[in-house]
T-cell receptor, first 109, second 114 residues
Framework: EDQVTQSPEALRLQEGESSSLNCSYT??????LFWYRQDPGKGPEFLFT???AGEEKEKERLKATLTKKESFLHITAPKPEDSATYLC??????????FGGGTRVLVKP | NAGVTQTPKFRVLKTGQSMTLLCAQD?????MYWYRQDPGMGLRLIHY???????AKGEVPDGYNVSRLKKQNFLLGLESAAPSQTSVYFC?????????????FGEGSRLTVL
């Protein structure tokens, strides 16, 4: 069975304190690893797609990386507006998406 | 630019009652999805559609039915609501299925079944 596990479940950061979120996956024939951001009371919003180990994608203070077993979302010098839940999603060979439980990030000023 | 719109946003039902959630998208997407999100769990796919007039079962389809009579609309029905169906429901659409991973989500419909 495909699984996507995110850690930690919650993360409290001071503004400017860089950190990384982890996403471990066991997805049969991985065909893509995606990151989403979800604000409270809202639907998930797409951030990145990664297709192969070694690939990196960046957007403002966020950088996503992919290895053969894990993906990381690095938040550099976060600001309060980066507070959100970040979701990791694996796409299997049969097009099925498996969502992780998310990491809640709170950035304090 | 509305994107994906879900109605209603909140609903309280009694066990055994029925209801329909409506999802509308204005992006001319072929693919539409219904997910549920429960605390501590990842989103789980209920049903999906690859085009007007088509529907298919996802991971957790029991107790739900769907219809896609028009390309822009995807309806999720609960025939006889149960407390286990208390959840937040999200509709999503995409132009390329799950190929790029880019799904556009609505803001969610919070359903409580008493």
């Amino acid at each position: 069975e495909d699984q996507v596990t995110q850690s930690p479940e919650a993360l409290r950061l001071q503004e400017g304190e860089s950190s990384s979120l982890n996403c471990s996956y066991t997805v049969s024939g991985l065909r893509g690893l995606f990151w989403y951001r979800q604000d409270p009371g809202k639907g998930p919003e797409f951030l990145f797609t990664l297709y192969s180990a070694g690939e990196e994608k960046e957007k403002e203070r966020l950088k996503a990386t992919l290895t053969k077993k894990e993906s990381f979302l690095h938040i550099t010098a976060p600001k309060p507006e980066d507070s959100a839940t970040y979701l990791c999603v694996g796409r299997a060979a049969g097009n099925k998406l498996t969502f992780g439980g998310g990491t809640r990030v709170l950035v304090k000023p | 630019n509305a994107g994906v719109t879900q109605t209603p946003k909140f609903r309280v039902l009694k066990t055994g009652q029925s209801m329909t959630l409506l999802c509308a998208q204005d992006m001319n997407h072929e693919y539409m999805y219904w997910y549920r999100q429960d605390p501590g769990m990842g989103l789980r796919l209920i049903h999906y559609s690859v085009g007007e007039g088509t529907t298919a079962k996802g991971e957790v389809p029991d107790g739900y039915n769907v219809s896609r009579l028009k390309k822009q609309n995807f309806l999720l029905g609960l025939e006889s609501a149960a407390p286990s169906q208390t959840s937040v429901y999200f509709c999503a659409s995409s132009y390329a299925g799950t190929l790029t991973g880019e799904l556009f989500f609505g803001e969610g419909s919070r359903l409580t079944v008493l």
